[in-house]
C-alpha cells in the first residue's frame, strides 16, 4: 500500500524548533520530487519548500526562507522539514507530497500551533 505519513508536528512557542517528518511506504521516494505545503483555515494553500530527487536543489517560500529546511535521505525513504524561529503566523497543518511526471502522492496532514 503506497503511503506518505507525517509526524513531529505539534505545540510549540514562538522562535522555538520543530522537526517535521515525512515517511514513504509501499514505494521508494528516489525518484521524487518532494515538497512540504501547509494550508491553515481562511488562507489559501502554500507551497513551503521543495527538493529535488537527488536532494541537491531546493527552493522556498519567501516566508520561510532562513527559517525552514527541506532535507531528505532517500535510504531511509524518508523527507524532512526543520523549522526553526517558528511564528503565529507559520501555525497549520503541513502536508508532504512527492511528485514525479503524472504521479503524485499526499501524506495526511501533521498540524503546527506556534503559541505563548
Known amino acids: 500500500q503506497v503511503q506518505l505519513v507525517e509526524s513531529g508536528g505539534g505545540l510549540v512557542q514562538p522562535g522555538g524548533p520543530l522537526r517535521l517528518s515525512c515517511a514513504a511506504s509501499?514505494?521508494?521516494?528516489?525518484?521524487?520530487?518532494g515538497s512540504w505545503y501547509r494550508r491553515d483555515p481562511g488562507k489559501e494553500q502554500e507551497s513551503v519548500a521543495q527538493?529535488?530527487?537527488?536532494?541537491?536543489?531546493?527552493t522556498y517560500a519567501d516566508s520561510v526562507k532562513g527559517r525552514f529546511t527541506i532535507s531528505r535521505d532517500n535510504t531511509k525513504n524518508t523527507m524532512y522539514l526543520q523549522m526553526n524561529s517558528l511564528r503565529p503566523e507559520d501555525t497549520a497543518v503541513y502536508y508532504c507530497?512527492?511528485?514525479?511526471?503524472?504521479?503524485?502522492?499526499w501524506g495526511q496532514g501533521t498540524r503546527v500551533t506556534v503559541s505563548s
Open positions: 527538493i529535488g530527487w537527488s536532494g541537491d536543489a531546493t
Open positions: 509501499g514505494f521508494s521516494i528516489r525518484d521524487y520530487v
Open positions: 507530497m512527492v511528485k514525479n511526471g503524472p504521479t503524485t502522492y
